[in-house]
C-alpha cells in the first residue's frame, strides 16, 4: 500500500540551530513533492516544491531535497527562529493530480 | 487576491444528526479538495474534483458523506448521520490545474466539527 511517513515525534531545537525532517515516500512515483506549514488552527500554507527531476530547491531559510532513488525527502531549516515553531507537512502529488498528505513533523524552536 | 472561504468555523452536533460544511475557492481555480484532519494527523483526502466532476473519491465514506460541486464553483460536504469519530477539522483547499507545471494547493482556514 501507499505510505507517506514523517517522524510523528516533536522535533525540539535551540535558536539558531537547523532543524532537519525527514519524509519517506513507498509505492508512489510522484512527479513532484510539496512542502507545507501549519499553525495551530489555520490551514497548510505552501512553502516549496521539488520536482523529480531536482535534486536540491531552496528558499531564504529553506532548503528542500528529494532523493527518488531512496524515495525521501529532507526539508531543513537554517538558522531557526522561534517563529519557526509549526508543523510541517510533506505532500505528494502523483498521477491524477492527486494530493497526498504526511503526518507532519512538529517543530519547536527555543529562544 | 481572495483566499479560500470556508464556513462555518466551528460546528457543535450530536451523534446521529446531520451537517454541511460551504467551500468557495480561489476564483479560477479548477481544482477542488476537501480533506479531513484529526488532531495530531496530517490531512486526510475525501474528495477531490475537477471542475465539477470528481476525480478521486476513494477515501470518502460514500455511506454517510457526500459532496457536491455545483457549475464547478463552490462546493458542499454532508455528513448525514454524524458519528463521534467523524469530529475533525475539514478543510477545503483548491489549486489551479496546468499539465505542464506543478501548482500548489491553497486552503481554508477549515471547520471544526465537534460530534457530541
Known amino acids: 500500500s501507499q505510505k507517506i511517513e514523517q517522524n510523528s515525534e516533536a522535533l525540539n531545537i535551540q535558536e539558531g540551530k537547523t532543524a532537519t525532517l525527514t519524509c519517506n515516500y513507498t509505492?508512489?512515483?510522484?512527479?513532484?513533492l510539496q512542502w507545507y506549514r501549519q499553525d495551530p488552527g489555520r490551514g497548510p500554507v505552501f512553502l516549496l516544491l521539488?520536482?523529480?527531476?531536482?535534486k536540491e530547491k531552496r528558499k531564504e531559510r529553506l532548503k528542500v531535497t528529494f532523493d527518488t532513488t531512496l524515495k525521501q525527502s529532507l526539508f531543513h531549516i537554517t538558522a531557526s527562529q522561534p517563529a519557526d515553531s509549526a508543523t510541517y507537512l510533506c505532500?505528494?502529488?502523483?498521477?491524477?493530480?492527486?494530493?497526498?498528505f504526511g503526518g507532519g513533523t512538529r517543530v519547536l524552536v527555543k529562544p | 487576491e481572495a483566499g479560500v472561504a470556508q464556513s462555518p468555523r466551528y460546528k457543535i452536533i450530536e451523534k446521529r444528526q446531520s451537517v454541511a460544511f460551504w467551500c468557495n475557492p480561489i476564483s479560477g481555480h479548477a481544482t477542488l479538495y476537501w480533506y479531513q484532519q484529526i488532531l495530531g494527523q496530517g490531512p486526510k483526502l475525501l474528495i477531490q474534483?475537477?471542475?465539477?466532476?470528481?476525480?478521486?473519491d476513494s477515501q470518502l465514506p460514500k455511506d454517510r458523506f457526500s459532496a457536491e460541486r455545483l457549475k464547478g464553483v463552490d462546493s458542499t460536504l454532508k455528513i448525514q448521520p454524524a458519528k463521534l469519530e467523524d469530529s475533525a477539522v475539514y478543510l477545503c483547499?483548491?489549486?489551479?490545474?496546468?499539465?505542464?507545471?506543478?501548482?500548489?494547493?491553497?486552503f481554508g482556514q477549515g471547520t471544526r466539527l465537534t460530534v457530541v
Open positions: 509505492n508512489y512515483s510522484p512527479a513532484y
Open positions: 474534483f475537477q471542475n465539477n466532476g470528481v476525480v478521486d
Open positions: 505532500a505528494l502529488k502523483a498521477a491524477g493530480n492527486k494530493l497526498t
Open positions: 483547499a483548491s489549486s489551479l490545474v496546468k499539465t505542464s507545471f506543478a501548482t500548489e494547493a491553497f
Open positions: 521539488i520536482r523529480e527531476n531536482e
